[in-house]
């Protein structure tokens, strides 16, 4: 019988164990990048950054970045030369939201993403843990530097530093 109750607690253990598990991970956020064309700047901008947008109008996937550097050079050298210029997302979301997806490599072992499907963003938008917000933009002025990386500012966004390490965009008329 002490055996039967022994076993019992362990079992019992082992369940809150497993779902102190699983609550922590369904609240563990990560921080993704993504670079955007113009137009689907815009529409995340004005549906206050709710409900995330392919990477360009009519894309069939959203890519989405895991160092917030690929997104800029990507914005860079993607969207900007198709447009003149690009924006780049910022995403908190919740760890568990991605799940159904896998993380790829892309050209190289560190050049990582996610690529999520175009049908998938308004039911992934749900796992957010704030709006995404656009924090910066490239244009084609903005030059390449070995020592500072891309910079940050265009038209389509004036920033501001905030305080610490945060960047505010604001709307300009062109957009």
């Known amino acids: ?33 993504q670079a955007v064309s113009p137009p689907s700047a815009q529409t995340l901008m004005q549906n206050k950054g709710v409900c995330l947008q392919p990477s360009s109008n009519g894309d069939q996937f959203a890519l989405l970045k895991l160092t917030r550097g690929q997104a800029f050079y990507a914005a860079k050298a993607v969207w900007a030369r198709y447009f003149g210029q690009a924006a780049v997302v910022e995403i ?16 190289y072992d560190a050049h990582l993403e996610y690529r999520i499907p ?17 924090i910066g933009s490239v244009g084609g002025s903005t030059q390449l530097s070995g020592s500072r990386g891309l910079t940050e500012q265009t038209s389509i966004a004036r920033l501001g530093r905030g305080l610490g390490s945060t960047v505010q965009a604001e709307l300009l008329p062109n957009l």
Do not use: C, N
Not at 7 to 27: F, N
């Open 118 to 134: 175009a049908l998938d963003l308004p039911r992934l938008s749900l796992g957010q843990v704030r709006s995404a917000r656009v």
């Open 92 to 107: 908190l979301m919740y760890r568990a939201a991605l799940t159904p997806f896998d993380v790829e490599t892309v050209a």
């Open 1 to 33: 019988m002490a055996w039967v109750a022994t076993k019992l607690r362990e079992i019992k253990r082992s369940i809150v164990t497993s779902e102190k598990t699983i609550a922590m991970q369904a609240h563990s956020v990560i921080k993704l990048w």
